[in-house]
């Protein structure tokens, strides 16, 4: 850490309690007292102070709103001011408008006292900085004993085949993993009656299984029109069986379990005549070869990274299909009344009334992909063969480690990773339906459709996190346990008045949450320049107004206008970071402007975020089945063959983004 890394972080640290000060009052000796405290523990430990101790510090205090008194914690800055004022003696005047000198919470908390602790704790909590090769080798142990704590699956998974008649599908259900007097079926290392799981639950949640996936249609005839467009397509990640410099639409390989059911002359190529195969290895004429995903760390906070897999490039093109079918078919089923993909607000707004009335719980799950077995899978899908057949088809079987020596390579029994296109979709269309049974079984309600709909209106999904009744979080639990699947104690939230769903933190009906600085430098690249920009505009609608002029003092080399803040329906801008927001309005005294005679409007000279890849075309087949099965398909026209670079098709060979000078219309 350089001298002027700490230096800009003692600005962050003053502009933070700068912006405080009104919440502490009249306690001015305490808020100095605070302010100094921690400048010296900055100084002493580093960014660490930032990123990992004052984290650390927030989710204790969400535990003790949740409990409903204070509990020391042995947490750095957390010792107590003394046996008779049971609040850290650290921001006192701030935890005393919380919680009363013995450590209660107090009927009527400061609301902003709250908010106030959080940001301070919270505001450098998500940089996404590298984080230390300890961290980074426990995220690893924690994957793999994951996985080794999984059952494994009933059905062939490991096969090119998943079964070998469709009854054997029909035979296995979620009472397979419950203990019946003189039947052998028990599992060991697991004992449903720990969970409080008997079969009744079972069933239920078989039942509301059975009847949701069923309703979901057949997946093998694909929709593609002017509603719904269900089509293969490429992420914009890497892959993990080609160089940079490949095309992802070179399908020199094509499994025989991906054949099956996604059959190359299909979905793979726009003329088998272009296709070449190497001699070797050839049967009939495809290469029937499965490249391992390949497990990779990638930043997401000090404490620790995110760990994903990047998949082999077929496997990819397939899941993007299957994650967009799941994604159309939910709107036509029941699920549409607690699952929106691409809008978190139904669940924020639930996390909100949880805040203020207690009737809602938000739950988080922990390692919620990784936890998320075949083994579950195949019965939660066992009526809808052709989405059953399709996962595996595009399942890939085997990872191989590329972080460290933890393990060389392994054979997977959880059904994704992060990384598959198809984990999102999938976990919470499971997490749904497991969430609607715990509601039938909670009101002792019969299993039909009128019941799962009415149960459906009561909750909802977003990937992991999960908002429902309070009374129906009990149940959940147990079912939940039973699929081998881990709540997250320290994110679920149902006694107090704090809630936290698909980021919005709530307490009592008021938004708590904090900004964040996901990325900084003093001397900002491009691309972080872009993110402080959000940054700067998060802190100022959250009214810290001197910490956002803090962050934008090193932004001072981008030509960068001052927007008014306005509602989203009606702004100009499609994204936050286009310009620093203000309640003052428009200003533009410091930009370049000039007259723009063809369109007869005023322009103004600002930097924008672009995209500054390289693409080289592949003057070949590649080309011309990105020309045909691509995401952008519908604006291309067949010039771009002639010209590929004009139509985006090619391989980028150099990634990167970059803040140009351009002349715009701000108004």
């Known amino acids: 850490m350089t001298k002027r890394l700490v230096h800009s972080l003692e600005g962050y640290v003053t502009a933070v309690f700068t912006d405080l000060r009104p919440t502490y009052g009249s306690a001015i000796v305490d808020w100095k007292r605070d302010l100094n405290r921690s400048l010296h523990e900055l100084g002493n430990r580093g960014e660490r102070l930032l990123t990992i101790d004052f984290p650390a510090i927030r989710k204790h205090l969400e535990k003790c709103l949740e409990e ?166 490429h992420g914009k990640g890497r892959v993990s069986n ?108 639930l996390a909100l009334q949880g805040s203020r009335d207690g009737s809602i719980a938000t739950v988080d799950l922990k390692s919620a992909s990784d936890r998320l077995s075949c083994w579950t899978i195949e019965r939660a899908l066992r009526a809808n063969l ?77 990937g992991d996190d999960i908002v429902i009744p309070t009374n129906t979080l009990p149940k959940l639990r147990c079912l939940l346990g039973f699929l081998q699947l881990s709540v997250n104690s320290n994110k679920t939230f149902h006694k107090g008045k704090f809630r936290e769903s698909c980021g919005l933190d709530a307490y009592d009906g008021v938004d708590v949450t904090p900004a964040r600085v996901k990325r900084f430098s003093p001397n900002p690249s491009h691309d972080i320049a872009q993110s402080m920009i959000e940054a700067t505009n998060n802190f100022y609608k959250r009214g810290m107004w001197h910490t956002a002029h803090w962050l934008r003092g090193y932004l001072g080399g981008f030509k960068v206008p001052t927007i008014a803040i306005r509602d989203s329906e009606k702004t100009v801008f499609t994204k936050v970071g286009d310009g620093f927001q203000s309640i003052l309005g428009l200003q533009t005294d410091h930009l370049k402007s000039r007259w723009n005679p063809r369109l007869q409007r005023l322009e103004y000279q600002v930097h924008k975020l672009a995209s500054n890849s390289k693409k080289v075309p592949t003057q070949s087949a590649y080309d011309l089945t990105d020309y045909l099965f691509g995401s952008r398909v519908k604006e291309r026209s067949i010039k771009d063959l002639l010209f590929p670079l004009n139509g985006g098709l090619g391989v980028v060979n150099k990634e990167s983004a970059v803040m140009r000078l351009g002349w715009s219309a701000l108004s």
């Not at 089923?333 to 669940?347: E, K």
């Not at 393990?407 to 994704?416: D, E």
Request: glycine share 6%.
């Open 386 to 462: 052709t989405l059953l057949d399709r996962i595996h088809a595009s399942r890939t079987r085997w990872m191989r480690n590329a972080i460290n020596d933890a393990f060389s390579s392994i054979v997977l029994r959880k059904c994704f990773t992060q990384g598959s296109a198809c984990t999102f979709p999938v976990q919470t269309v499971v997490y749904s339906m497991i969430s609607i049974a715990a509601v039938l079984i909670t009101e002792g309600r019969e299993v039909s459709k009128w019941s799962i709909t009415r149960a459906a209106r009561k909750v909802r999904v977003f």
């Open 68 to 233: 409903g008194s204070y509990i020391p914690s042995g947490l750095p800055l957390s010792r107590c001011v003394s046996r008779k004022v049971q609040v850290p003696a650290f921001c006192r005047a701030l935890y005393l408008q919380v919680f009363d000198v013995d450590g209660k919470l107090l009927t009527e908390p400061n609301a902003s006292a709250i908010a106030d602790l959080r940001q301070l704790l919270e505001g450098f909590g998500k940089l996404k900085n590298p984080c230390k090769q300890e961290a980074i080798d426990e995220e690893v142990k924690t994957f793999l004993t994951n996985e080794n704590e999984l059952k494994k699956p009933t059905l062939a998974w490991s096969e090119d085949s998943l079964y070998a008649d469709p009854s054997d599908v029909r035979a296995i259900s979620f009472s397979d993993g419950i203990r019946r007097p003189g039947k052998d079926v028990f599992l060991p290392g697991f004992d449903p009656a720990d969970a409080g799981i008997g079969v009744g639950d079972a069933t239920v949640l078989q039942r509301v299984c059975d009847i949701i996936v069923s309703s979901f249609g057949d997946f093998h005839l694909e929709r593609d029109d002017e509603v719904v467009t269900e089509r293969p397509q």
């Open 242 to 349: 080609l160089r940079r410099s490949q095309s992802k639409f070179d399908f020199t390989d094509w499994p025989r379990k991906l054949d099956r059911i996604f059959p190359y002359d299909r979905y793979a190529v726009s003329d088998l005549g272009a296709a070449s195969f190497e001699n070797d290895n050839v049967e009939g004429f495809l290469r029937n070869y499965e490249a391992p995903s390949k497990l990779i760390a990638v930043p997401k906070t000090m404490s620790g990274p995110r760990l994903i897999g990047s998949e082999p490039n077929y496997h990819q093109w397939i899941q993007q299909l299957i994650r967009a079918q799941i994604e159309s078919r939910v709107k036509s089923t029941v699920l549409r009344n607690c699952i929106s993909f691409g809008d978190q607000n139904p669940n924020r707004a």
